[in-house]
């Protein structure tokens, strides 16, 4: 059974090193080397800033066992930005990601933002899969930082 559960600074020690484990892993994934710059300021502040009223982060269990996270924050005015989702090889193909993709917009309606947008490395075929299952849909860039290859996303939060 998949359960989520949102990560704040109050959250227990062990839910907050598991967010830490599970990040750390996905910045030395070979498609992310190179895009995620802050890596290390982001993973020392854990979990600011991706808490309310600017964010949401998301730990995702499987039968009370880490396996995946994902984060929504504050990009401009009525935008949202969906970033760090990642799950664990073991617990791929079994919902993890597109429980914490409706989790997420969920919370994006909760904030109130018309439209969240991400992006995304060309290779990662499963999510591009699961982004264009959930309605998102090709945009250009969107903001600066982002590399020359970057695959940009945006969808109405309905």
Same mark, same amino acid.
């Given at each position: 059974? /998949?359960?989520?559960?949102?990560?704040?600074?109050?959250?227990?020690?062990?839910?907050?090193?598991? /967010?830490?484990?599970?990040?750390?892993?996905?910045?030395?994934?070979?498609?992310?080397?190179?895009?995620?710059?802050?890596?290390?300021?982001?993973?020392?502040?854990?979990?600011?800033?991706?808490?309310?009223?600017?964010?949401?982060?998301?730990?995702?269990?499987?039968?009370?066992?880490?396996?995946?996270?994902?984060?929504?924050?504050?990009?401009?005015?009525?935008?949202?930005? /969906?970033?760090?989702?990642?799950?664990?090889?073991?617990?791929?193909?079994?919902?993890?990601?597109?429980?914490?993709?409706?989790?997420?917009?969920?919370?994006?309606?909760?904030?109130?933002?018309?439209?969240?947008?991400?992006?995304?490395?060309?290779?990662?075929?499963?999510?591009?899969?699961?982004?264009?299952?959930?309605?998102?849909?090709? /945009?250009?860039?969107?903001?600066?930082?982002?590399?020359?290859?970057?695959?940009?996303?945006?969808?109405?939060?309905?």
């Amino acid at each position: 059974m /998949i359960t989520l559960t949102v990560i704040d600074a109050n959250a227990p020690r062990d839910q907050r090193e598991a /967010i830490r484990e599970l990040m750390t892993e996905y910045a030395a994934l070979p498609h992310t080397v190179g895009r995620w710059l802050t890596m290390q300021a982001d993973l020392a502040m854990l979990p600011h800033p991706f808490v309310p009223p600017s964010g949401v982060l998301l730990l995702a269990l499987a039968d009370e066992v880490p396996v995946g996270c994902g984060v929504l924050l504050t990009l401009e005015s009525g935008v949202g930005e /969906i970033k760090r989702m990642y799950v664990r090889s073991a617990a791929r193909g079994h919902g993890v990601g597109a429980a914490l993709l409706t989790a997420l917009l969920a919370q994006a309606k909760a904030f109130g933002f018309a439209r969240v947008r991400l992006d995304t490395a060309p290779e990662l075929t499963a999510a591009l899969a699961l982004y264009q299952r959930f309605g998102f849909m090709p /945009i250009p860039h969107y903001r600066e930082g982002l590399l020359p290859d970057a695959l940009c996303f945006e969808r109405a939060v309905v």
